[in-house]
């Protein structure tokens, strides 16, 4: 069955380094997101992508992140200055638009130290 | 932000009976409900999806329940299996499988042998 592919599964970063967290969506998925779930606390949704521009995004997806579709296979999260609070499992999810639902990814814990 | 609330944390059953998870929302915009279930070290696991327009939906062992009037949802699980214990998410989103999803807090599901 097709997967939505995340590296690494694991990443820890010094407070105000910049991480970038890689995705490989299901290839013939239009639609492609970024959750997060912090400790203890519910999913959130982070941002949407599509036709290679942000459809949506929250609050928390403030100047610090973006997100970019660098070859058309890879969709990537990137935080420029990372904060402690910034620690969460990051979720990479796709759809291709029909009554199926998303397809999440297995995540990256991200520890900000 | 508690547009989606799922009241109980845990919930436990014995097996081959049914669990009954829920579900409340306040946002009457939300048009798609969907039910995720979620194991360590995973991510979200799509299993059912409801319209706004119906008010049941049946897959195998699992059903879901849509009241429109009460902005409640519930999921049936029946028989309950062993292999069922997870966390369990309600999710909903204004457009059907492109918006984003605003997720409840989550229900951990243990069925006893």
């Known amino acids: 069955e097709p997967e939505v592919t995340q590296t690494p599964s694991h990443q820890v970063t010094q407070m105000g380094q910049e991480v970038i967290l890689r995705c490989v969506p299901i290839?013939?998925?239009?639609?492609f997101y970024w959750y997060r779930q912090i400790l203890g606390q519910k999913v959130e949704f982070l941002v949407s992508?599509?036709?290679?521009?942000?459809?949506?995004k929250s609050e928390i997806f403030d100047d610090q992140f973006s997100v970019e579709r660098p070859d058309g296979s890879n969709f990537t999260l990137k935080i420029r200055s990372t904060k402690l609070e910034d620690s969460a499992m990051y979720f990479c999810?796709?759809?291709?638009?029909?009554?199926?639902?998303?397809?999440f990814g297995s995540g990256t814990r991200l520890t900000v130290v | 932000d508690q547009q989606v609330k799922q009241n109980s944390p845990s919930l436990s059953v014995q097996e081959g009976r049914i669990s009954i998870l829920n579900c409340d929302y306040t946002?009457?915009?939300?048009?798609?409900f969907l039910w995720y279930k979620k194991y360590p070290a995973e991510g979200p696991t799509f299993l059912i999806s409801?319209?706004?327009?119906?008010d049941k939906n049946e897959d195998g062992r699992f059903t879901v329940f849509l009241n429109k009037s009460a902005k409640h949802l519930s999921l049936h699980i029946v028989p309950s299996q062993p292999g069922d214990s997870a966390v369990y998410f309600c999710?909903?989103?204004?457009?059907?499988?492109?918006?984003?999803?605003?997720f409840g807090q989550g229900t951990t599901l243990q069925v006893k042998p």
């Open positions: 999810a796709s759809s291709v638009g029909d009554l199926g639902g998303y397809t």
């Open positions: 290839s013939n998925h239009l639609y």
């Open positions: 992508f599509y036709n290679n521009e942000i459809s949506e």
């Open positions: 946002n009457s915009m939300f048009d798609y």
């Open positions: 409801i319209s706004s327009i119906k």
């Open positions: 999710a909903a989103s204004k457009i059907r499988n492109t918006g984003k999803l605003i």
